[in-house]
């Protein structure tokens, strides 16, 4: 017995929409159709989707989601569609109306700056919940960024007095002697991308002043030992490259009124053979402890480019086959 066919039709306040739905020369409708098989017209002020019943309800709630968003000012862009069509097959696509409501601040140039997808939105939640929060997962999730904002929205509020942004500096084996240049220069090609999340939510200006006031500070690893944080919102990028040692050493610099975020990605790590992560001890010990927040990123979190969520897919595959 072939399965029940059905039609729906959804109606629009003007051609503008359709435009927005659709997206330029129809890019967005195009995504849609290549992953869920239906039939869909558009005819002046009217969209008619006709296939199986169980796609026309997916297309339906999909369509109704993504015209409310478009109503409400919200502007899509082709990887809110890649995500928006995921959550449709699982009929979930109605969390993006809650997913994209809030701003959590917005960039120096006054753009708002939203999470993306459900996994950075557990994310944000749970920093603002615990006081040391990992967040695990590959590249291009918003892990860094997002720990970035939260940091400086916390600094404007007050709620904190500093922000301390960490990383190993591994390609020099955490001894920076062999570059040119004094500490500052050194130092700086493993901080980039941290620098560039706080330029971004900040300007480059505001950066610059904050540094030299000692509001926010920028150092290696190796440069937290003996030292404790109080009142001050502490990430620790790339901590896949951490040994257990130096895990244990930047965990226990917790102070009070501070907060700590643990960012890596357990795929990536850099260390010479035969040293133990220590993220990933990190996580097997402390799993138990109920204060920590563990949040994992998958690949549908990944914001970036959508070629880039499928060569991670990819790469994850042929790992697989290869353990």
């Known amino acids: 017995m072939s399965e029940q066919t059905a039609s729906i039709r959804i ?57 409310s968003l478009v109503r409400s000012g919200y502007i899509l862009s082709e990887r809110d569609i890649q995500y ?9 696509a109605d969390q993006l109306l809650d997913l994209f409501k809030g701003e959590i601040t917005t960039t120096f ?12 939105k ?25 720990a970035v904002v939260l940091a400086v929205t916390a600094l404007k509020e007050g709620s904190v007095k500093r922000i301390v942004l960490t990383r190993p500096a591994v390609e020099a084996g955490e001894s920076l002697g062999f570059l040119p240049g004094d500490l500052q220069e050194k130092v700086d090609p493993y901080l980039r991308p941290l620098y560039d999340a706080l330029y971004d939510v900040m ?11 000692g509001l926010i500070e920028i150092a290696p690893l190796a440069y937290m030992r003996g030292r404790t944080l ?8 790339e901590a896949q490259n951490t040994t257990p040692e130096q895990m244990k050493m930047f965990l226990t610099r ?24 220590g993220l990933i001890e990190a996580k097997a010990i402390l799993s138990g402890i109920e204060e920590l927040g563990f949040v994992y990123f998958a690949e549908q979190d990944v914001v970036r480019h959508s070629l880039v969520q499928k060569i991670i897919v990819a790469y994850d595959r042929s790992a697989e086959n290869l353990d």
């Open 230 to 237: 109080d009142d001050s919102f502490i990430i620790l990028d």
């Open 122 to 146: 557990h994310y944000v939640t749970t920093i603002k919940k615990r006081d040391i929060v990992f967040g695990i997962g590959p590249a291009g999730t918003g892990k860094t960024y997002l």
């Open 11 to 67: 109606s629009l306040q003007n051609a503008g929409e359709a435009q927005s739905l659709f997206g330029p020369q129809d890019g967005f409708l195009k995504i849609i159709e290549s992953e869920i098989p239906a039939v869909i017209d558009s005819r002046e002020a009217e969209v008619t989707i006709r296939g199986a019943e169980r796609e026309v309800d997916m297309l339906g709630q999909l369509f109704g989601v993504l015209l």
């Open 254 to 277: 917790l102070g009070f009124g501070s907060k700590m975020v643990i960012t890596g990605d357990v795929t990536q790590i850099d260390l010479p053979r035969g040293k133990k992560s």
């Open 84 to 92: 928006a069509v995921e959550l449709a097959k699982d009929f979930r």
């Open 203 to 213: 300007g480059p200006d505001q950066v610059a002043k904050a540094l030299e006031r």
């Open 109 to 120: 140039r006054g753009k708002p700056i939203r999470v993306k997808t459900i996994g950075q």
